[in-house]
């Protein structure tokens, strides 16, 4: 109390300012302090709350504050250092219920230290290490005066056309539910009231990675049988432990636009699901309404919304504009507006701030003098998380690791480029503090060997490309065309690999290729990235790509033609470090693939958990008449789960403990792990199920449990996974989650394709 007395005093505010008007004896009754808050206010200071306004594009500073100090605005998204938001929070408390405002932002994979794209992350599976990206852009994000997050961003991507694909967690339901948990946990701390926590909302709810045709913003429309299935188990996940808030899809699901969707909302995720979060709009969702063709006008759109279950809208007015008028016509009642206001004055006491509503600002003299300054971030944790990120593709005769020895030519676009280091939604990343690939191997090399670099190409010759990336929202230019002609800059880099041992060349995506918006018909590197490599193939000398993007790209080429393949998708601050740790062999890979790399466009989408078919494809048989595309192979090009290492491990036979289940039972299934290669290495054995027969089709498999092991050379590890009855649970017709009884068969590998089998009984 001292402190907040304290606090109130230097923001110029008195002692009972703190929701002034209610007793601080019910400060610790969540539900009576907030009944009693609600009773006291006006509606004008109702609909104030269920604002999220950005300051900056939706509103002039000025305005804000003005607009806060009336009680106008529930919460802002956007400023991110704690002398801005300081004044605003002390606007908010000088409104006349002095209900303080919560400031939130896009933490998506770090917050001053970058950490990889959310598909990097995924691809350690290793929910400590994600853990550990959550927690420290939790504690970076809280230390600038934020309470909340727009994250984490949970949509299952089985076509990666679509832009989005990079902010997710891959494609399959249970690896996306564990770091859904994880990083929800992670960002939220012991809880969301603490310091250095902030309130996760998880994104988009829902099913917004199934737009058609991995276009952004298109309509997503979809069995029940497989949303249950496959697209909400992530989201379920993320309410279950504890996530704060639920921001709502920009797409529509079956016809009704998520935000005017009152059975997403209301049915399963407040009766269902039993979420008591806050539900926020995305950006000018409830507008949308009305170009969705549900909405007549601004009036509707509103209605329809708040209707639905939507208690914030992000970026509009229409709330503050409609709801007054809809409540006097009766159309809204007055207990609908209550409800909402409760979810967000209840996420706001949750988050602590009737409590300390500075506890995240702290106090004027303790701001950081720099908020860029380098002992702010978290570097040593980036490159540890950024290492475990990267899969290895190819490794022909074991080119890599490379030897600190000779001459290396690094070439291509994304070898020294450090605002595409970061990806997209980059929070507060600063560029000039990523670690480019270039200076991680220099750092590496120090003078044992001598590094040429040749830039080689641009990212891409396509004037349109540039001008639609550029456009994008950036601060500035981020794809710069040099001045010289595509062939200069081709015979520099071969001129510099003719020098070489060895090549590697980093090319890719820049990173607003895989962002919102950024949808691709195409899935090739740029044409003028495709001819640096060839002219470099031409050399002979042994060439290694490190691919950089966001999305699973075509990677035909490089696994016919390049020595070593390294996918390191957007690899963050540290990047360039953690990419030449493994390079160099100071880290072995042990990433695995989230997300199925397909062999073509045309073959999308290829998900490695489809459901089984009658006329099924059988390898090495004649293909016609059977479910397969004719002119290439069927199959992706890289599976699930896949990554290679620069050792062998070795896996037995699966023992089952019993060859029959009973439902209160469970059984365990074993495998022996041996490294059987010269070096220490990581890899992560996978638990798959696939149930023979049901009464719906299921699956060829499914992932069920994974554990990464790590094991020294010749050393030997029992692995062992219990099986229970929920393992085996799906989503019947009727949409319950049952488990039938009858055949089942374990997989246990170290990718989705390559598995040992066992077959067991559930009585
Ligand atoms: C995106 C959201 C994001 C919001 C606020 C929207 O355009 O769809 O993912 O959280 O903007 O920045």
């Known amino acids: 109390m001292k402190r907040l007395y304290l606090l109130g005093l230097m923001a110029g505010v008195s002692l009972h300012s703190i929701a002034a008007q209610t007793p601080s004896s019910l400060l610790d009754d969540k539900p009576a302090f907030i009944a009693s808050l609600i009773e006291q206010m006006t509606l004008e200071e109702k609909i104030g709350q269920l604002r999220l306004i950005s300051i900056g594009g939706d509103m002039p500073r000025e305005r804000m504050l003005e607009e806060l100090q009336a009680g106008h605005i529930g919460g802002t998204f956007n400023t991110v250092t704690r002398p801005d938001n300081r004044p605003m929070q002390e606007a908010a408390l000088r409104s006349r219920l002095k209900i303080p405002v919560f400031f939130a932002y896009d933490v998506v994979h770090g917050h001053r230290t970058i950490f990889p794209i959310s598909l990097g992350l995924a691809s350690t599976w290793d929910l400590a290490t994600i853990a550990t990206s959550g927690r420290v852009s939790a504690i970076e994000a809280s230390a600038d005066g934020l309470d909340m997050t727009f994250a984490p961003m949970v949509d299952i991507s089985r076509d990666p056309r679509w832009g989005r694909t990079s902010e997710g967690f891959g494609e399959d339901p249970y690896l996306v539910s564990e770091i859904a948990r994880t990083m929800v946990q992670a960002y939220q701390g012991k809880s ?143 207990g609908e507006i209550d409800k909402a206001v409760r979810e967000v004055l209840g996420a706001k006491y949750d988050m602590g701030l009737f409590h ?17 300054a380098e002992n702010r971030l978290h570097r040593k944790e980036a490159r540890e998380v950024a290492r475990q990120s990267i899969v290895l593709l190819e490794n022909r005769d074991r080119t890599l690791p490379l030897k600190r020895s000779g001459t290396i030519a690094l070439v291509g676009p994304l070898a020294d480029s450090p605002v595409d280091m970061m990806g997209s939604w980059s929070a507060s990343g600063v560029a000039k503090q990523s670690v480019t690939l270039r200076q991680g191997m220099l750092d590496a090399l120090g003078n044992k060997a001598k590094l040429l670099h040749a830039v080689g190409a641009n990212i891409t010759d396509d004037k349109h490309m540039v001008e639609y990336l550029n456009f994008l929202n950036w601060d500035s230019p981020e794809v710069v065309q040099g001045p010289r002609s595509p062939a200069e800059m081709i015979a520099e880099a071969v001129a510099a690999a003719e020098q070489a041992d060895v090549i590697v060349a980093a090319v890719g995506e820049s990173r607003g290729m895989s962002h919102e918006s950024s949808s691709r018909t195409s899935l090739q590197i740029p044409a003028s990235q495709k001819a640096l490599l060839r002219a470099l193939k031409k050399t002979g000398k042994p060439l290694v790509l490190v691919i950089m993007n966001g999305r699973p790209l075509d990677l035909n080429w490089a696994r016919n033609n390049a020595d070593a393949v390294l996918e390191t998708w957007f690899t963050g601050t540290e990047g360039g470090h953690a990419i030449s740790d493994v390079l160099f062999g100071d880290y072995n890979p042990s990433g695995k693939l989230p997300i199925s790399i397909p062999r073509s466009v045309g073959q999308i989408p290829t ?25 290439e192979p069927t199959g992706p090009l890289y599976p699930f789960g896949y990554g290679l290492s620069y050792t062998d491990f070795d896996i037995s036979d699966v023992r089952l403990s019993s060859s029959t289940m009973t439902r209160d039972g469970g059984i365990e299934a074993s495998v022996t792990l041996k490294n059987v290669g010269q070096r220490e290495g990581a890899t992560v054995v996978q638990l798959y199920i696939r149930d023979e027969v049901a009464s719906v089709i299921r699956p060829v498999k499914e992932l069920k449990d994974f554990r990464k092991v790590s094991l020294k050379p010749g050393e030997v590890r029992e692995v062992t996974f219990r099986v229970d009855e929920d393992d085996l649970e799906f989503v019947n017709a009727q949409l319950q989650r049952v488990a039938e009884p009858g055949a089942f068969e374990v997989q246990i590998g170290l990718d989705s394709q390559r598995v040992k089998p066992a077959k067991f009984t559930l009585l």
């Open 356 to 372: 300390d509503p500075f506890r995240r600002i702290g106090l004027a003299q303790d701001d950081p003098k720099d908020r860029n």
């Open 192 to 334: 969301p009231a603490a310091a250095d926590s902030v309130t996760a909302s998880v994104k988009h709810f829902a099913l917004y990675g199934a737009v058609e045709g991995g276009r952004d913003y298109n309509v997503v429309d979809m069995s029940p049988l497989r949303m249950h299935q496959d697209y909400l188990p992530p989201y379920r996940a993320a309410v279950d432990a504890g996530a704060g808030g639920v921001m709502v899809a920009l797409n529509s699901i079956n016809g009704v636009p998520a935000s005017a969707n009152s059975w997403l909302l209301k049915d399963l995720l407040r009766r269902d699901w039993g979420f008591e979060g806050v539900t926020l709009s995305d950006h000018g969702a409830i507008s949308e309404l009305i170009r969705h063709g549900v909405a007549r006008d601004e009036r509707e759109a509103a209605l329809l919304a708040i209707k639905a279950g939507v208690d914030m809208s992000m970026a509009d007015s229409l709330y503050q504009q409609e709801l007054p008028g809809l409540v006097a016509s009766g159309d809204v009642e007055i």
């Open 607 to 631: 998900y490695y958990n489809h459901l089984r078919v009658g006329r099924p494809y059988v390898e090495g048989k004649p293909g016609n008449y059977t479910s397969h595309y004719f002119e």
